[in-house]
């Protein structure tokens, strides 16, 4: 197992790393504009373009919140025996993805609709910085959703190509997680 997959393997468990990380980010440009007196961008342009910036970012993360939707009906209806499998043993941690994946979208609406009511000329609250971090969130955000949307399409996918094949599916050990989870305790 290759360094980027376990990397990916611990952030896809860790829903609330999004939040960190995206506290992260904004606090190092935070200390970068405190530091250097530039790169402030938002600061560039006025609040009337500011607000027009927040309205359309709104417009733009509810779209991806609505194919979020749109990705869970799919996962419901997908009746692959694998796909099947996964949902009965891992229901509950699926479950909670897809309902992080919603609320984070919702969060991020809410503080870019927070920026956008409270924006004034010289942005006297800073509210700036509200939107720059719902925007990374956002965007982590997303790429939490397009990497669970693939898996579960490989699994989708994998029960459709085998579906009109002779080949015996292979019975799926369920006993796989803890062996892995074995392996990354002994070799961290």
């Given at each position: 197992m290759g360094v980027r997959t376990s990397i990916i393997d611990k952030w896809a468990e860790r829903a609330w790393a999004d939040?960190?990380?995206a506290v992260t980010v904004i606090g190092a440009h935070l200390l970068i504009?405190?530091?250097s007196g530039s790169g402030d961008?938002?600061?560039w342009i006025g609040a009337t373009q500011r607000t027009d910036m927040y309205a359309a970012a709104t417009g733009a993360v509810?779209?991806?919140g609505g194919l979020s939707a749109i990705a869970?009906?799919?996962y419901t209806t997908a009746n692959g025996e694998r796909l099947r499998a996964v949902r009965q043993q891992r229901h509950g941690e699926l479950r909670r993805?897809?309902?992080s994946l919603l609320q984070g979208t919702a969060l991020a609406c809410a503080l870019i609709l927070a920026a956008f009511s409270l924006d004034r000329d010289g942005d006297p609250f800073s509210v700036r910085f509200i939107f720059?971090?719902?925007?990374v969130f956002a965007a982590l955000r997303f790429a939490r959703f397009v990497w669970l949307f693939d898996r579960i399409m490989a699994v989708s996918d994998a029960d459709l190509v085998e579906e009109g094949s002779?080949?015996?599916v292979p019975a799926r050990d369920p006993n796989w997680l803890e062996r892995r989870r074995r392996q990354y305790d002994s070799g961290a």
């Open positions: 939040y960190l990380i504009i405190r530091l961008w938002l600061t509810s779209a991806i869970i009906a799919i993805t897809w309902r720059e971090y719902a925007m002779s080949v015996a």
